[in-house]
């Protein structure tokens, strides 16, 4: 047995989209949450952070002869800001971004769904949109559900 939060990243790692221009690659930081960096600071490099959040577990016994499921909800937080080039052209609009994303999480969710060992789903999409020390972050918070076979 793998460590879940370990194996929702690998799966989530796969993910590719692009900057407004739809040529462009976008880059994507995939990083466990609470880290030492600060949000401004990574959106120096970065066009789009996915943050790893650990998870909230509740057991299940649906029969008495039946083992015991673990299965565990992952917040997994997609963070976008508006980002321009040194012209002051914007490059990445962050709805625009959080949008792609929401495609390719659903589409990496759903190829990765059952795959021998776990199966995986998304069960809650919610957005977060705010201001952070004067930055207008918008942030979509994926539950996933990641429940051992």
């Known amino acids: 047995m793998s460590d879940p ?3 929702l990243l690998d799966v989530v790692d796969a993910i590719t989209t692009t900057k407004d221009d739809d040529i462009a690659a976008a880059t994507i930081l995939f990083l466990y949450a609470e880290g030492p960096e600060t ?3 990574l959106f120096d490099t ?3 952070i ?3 959040h650990d998870s909230r577990t509740r057991p299940t016994r649906h029969l008495q002869d039946v083992p ?3 299965p565990s909800n992952f917040p997994v937080h997609v963070i976008t800001i508006d980002k321009y080039d040194a012209a002051g052209a914007l490059v990445c609009t962050a ?3 959080q949008w792609k994303m929401k495609v390719q999480m659903r589409d990496i969710i759903a190829a990765n769904a059952q795959v ?3 199966t995986l789903r998304i069960i809650e999409e ?3 949109d705010r201001w952070i020390a004067g930055l207008k972050i918008f942030e979509q918070i994926y539950i996933i559900e990641h429940k051992e076979s």
């Open 5 to 7: 939060k370990s194996t």
């Open 95 to 97: 709805t625009k971004m």
């Open 46 to 48: 970065y066009d789009v």
């Open 126 to 128: 919610s957005a977060n």
């Open 68 to 70: 015991v499921y673990y």
């Open 116 to 118: 021998g060992a776990y």
């Open 39 to 41: 949000l401004r600071s």
């Open 50 to 52: 996915v943050t790893f």
